[in-house]
C-alpha cells in the first residue's frame, strides 16, 4: 500500500523539479533578451541624439 504512495510522490517531485529547471531556463532566456535589447536601446539612442547634434549643427550654420 505504502509502495504506490511513494511511486506518486517520486513522480511528483520528478515533476516539480523539470517545471523548475524549465522556469529557470526561461529566465535565463528572458534576462538574456532584455539585456541585448538594453544594449540595442543604449545604440539606438546614441545614434539619435548623433542625428540630433548634426541637424542642431547643421541649422546653426544656416542661421549664420
Known amino acids: ?3 504506490p504512495e511513494l511511486q506518486q510522490l517520486e513522480d511528483r517531485v520528478q515533476r516539480l523539479m523539470a517545471a523548475y529547471r ?14 541585448r535589447l ?4 543604449a ?6 541624439e548623433g542625428i540630433i547634434e ?7 550654420e544656416q542661421e549664420s
Open 1 to 3: 500500500m505504502m509502495e
Open 38 to 41: 538594453l544594449a540595442l536601446n
Open 54 to 60: 548634426r541637424v542642431r549643427s547643421l541649422e546653426s
Open 43 to 48: 545604440e539606438l539612442r546614441r545614434r539619435i
Open 22 to 35: 524549465q522556469s529557470r531556463l526561461e529566465e535565463k532566456r528572458a534576462l538574456q533578451e532584455r539585456d
